[in-house]
């Protein structure tokens, strides 16, 4: 392992090279103008994977981008880790607020600026060279390795739970290692064991047939923006509670030793309102911001327009008006139960004067790693020895949905092993990768792999 660590200090500015070369490919998979950016960025990690001499390396075509597959079998005995990332990313709009070119990558006070950086070719590429560093160090790797890299994640990954469904026995694996998640705090190890499902809907609202001049018609016919507002409206309750009928039928409590555990987090909610520019929060009642954010369900309006927004005034009754709205989900709750509940009840609390059309977008399934799995108690070993402090446990309220069904799939559970940080930015302008956790997160990835048959 020495040899191992050593090639990793040596070879930092190599790996830090690599890395800017991928991150200079825009594989924005929301454009289909960016299609063959995003099977160049397939190709980069599969001719990445193939100088390592693996056992096998295959480009495997779908209906939509590529999804790039590794393996190395070394003792069959040992376990075998199946390693998941993304090499798509978000767009970088609005450009214009970027400090620097999104495709470019850019260090400044140890951070890496780059759309990707963090989300998620920065930290899904350390178990790669974590990887080589065994192989070109002329180390034994102590364990099987499989690495599925996949390029629609951030398009709700619609043909890879097909592929792990159709190629079940080639991903047979002991448990998945996932880095797309984040510290809980900078210089913090965090583990996430726990992830909240995503259902995601769409309303449009319709009431005359065209657009009416305000004057003539206001007063007399229903404005569907005001009609939809109304309806948005009714959804939350004063106590903060998500008000469709059945929607907490079936999320499981928090445990008194799971809202303790939340006690114990190092977290300053003063800093948190100043980091986002907030005088108060909002949510449910009777819980903590963290529990919130984290570990409870949640109903968000992502996008809301109707009528007129170019410059200057005009005087329209618009006909129709439009919203996007994601719930979180936590444990047991179904997202297609969920949809159908918010399906009915956005019609229900609708008024006649106006016709309802609910389209169901994409979602996944909620997800909890158990405690006492000896992946995660390795994955603890691995952090605590390189960041020489003991890694907190965490849940996180995004969603990864993969990883429900990578459960459901091969029966393996998930290790998700964060080396970003929430403040990175992602999805945002100006993401960003600490390079320190970069190469920390190498580190902590090839020691993950020597520790693992010690408690497997």
């Not at 000896?374 to 907190?392: D, N, R, S």
């Amino acid at each position: 392992m020495e040899d191992v660590q050593a090639y990793i200090e040596s070879n930092k500015e190599n790996f830090k090279a690599e890395l800017f070369e991928l991150l200079r490919i825009p594989s924005i998979s929301t454009s289909s103008a960016h299609r063959q950016e995003v099977r160049k960025a397939a190709n980069f990690l599969f001719e990445q994977l193939e100088s390592l001499n693996l056992d096998q390396v295959t480009l495997f075509e779908t209906d939509g981008n590529p999804i790039v597959y590794g393996e190395l079998t070394t003792n069959p005995s040992k376990p075998t880790v199946l390693v998941y990332g993304h090499y798509d990313v978000q767009p970088p709009d609005p450009e214009a607020l970027w400090e620097t070119p999104p495709f470019e990558p850019t260090v400044r006070n140890g951070d890496i600026y780059a759309r990707g950086a963090s989300d998620d070719k920065g930290q899904s590429f350390t178990h790669l060279k974590a990887l080589e560093s065994y192989i070109r160090s002329g180390t034994d790797f102590p364990v099987n390795i499989k690495f599925i890299y996949e390029g629609e994640e951030e398009i709700g990954s619609p043909h890879l739970v097909p592929f792990i469904e159709e190629h079940r026995e080639l991903l047979a694996c002991d448990m998945v290692l996932i880095s797309d998640t984040a510290m809980f705090a900078e210089d913090t190890p965090s583990i996430t064991y726990g992830l909240r499902g995503l259902t995601y809907m769409e309303v449009e609202v319709t009431g005359p047939n065209r657009d009416l001049h305000s004057g003539v018609y206001g007063g007399a016919v229903e404005n569907p923006a005001i009609a939809l507002s109304n309806m948005i409206a009714q959804l939350i309750d004063e106590e903060g509670r998500i008000a469709i009928p059945g929607f907490y039928d079936n999320v499981k409590p928090l445990t008194d030793k799971e809202r303790e555990a939340y006690k114990k987090l190092p977290f300053d909610e003063k800093e948190y309102k100043e980091e986002l520019g907030l005088k108060a929060l909002d949510g449910e009642k009777g819980y903590s911001t963290l529990e919130r954010a984290s570990a409870r369900p949640t109903l968000d309006v992502n996008g809301l327009w109707s009528g007129y927004q170019g410059e200057g005034a005009k005087t329209v009754l618009p006909s129709k008006a439009a919203a996007k709205i994601s719930m979180r989900l936590v444990p047991n709750q179904d997202p297609k139960e969920i949809a159908r509940l918010f399906n009915d009840h956005i019609k229900s609390i609708a008024p006649e004067t106006v016709t309802v059309e609910v389209t169901e977008h994409h979602g996944g399934h909620p997800s909890i790693t158990d405690l006492s799995f000896y992946g995660l108690k390795a994955a603890a070993k691995a952090f605590e020895e390189i960041y020489a402090k003991e890694p907190l446990f965490t849940r996180e309220g995004g969603s990864i949905p993969i990883v429900a069904d990578f459960q459901r799939v091969l029966g393996a559970q998930s290790i998700l092993m964060g080396f970003g940080l929430n403040s990175d930015a992602i999805h945002s302008p100006n993401e960003k990768f600490a390079l320190k956790d970069f190469y920390r997160g190498i580190q902590t990835s090839a020691k993950f792999f020597e520790v693992l048959p010690e408690y497997g």
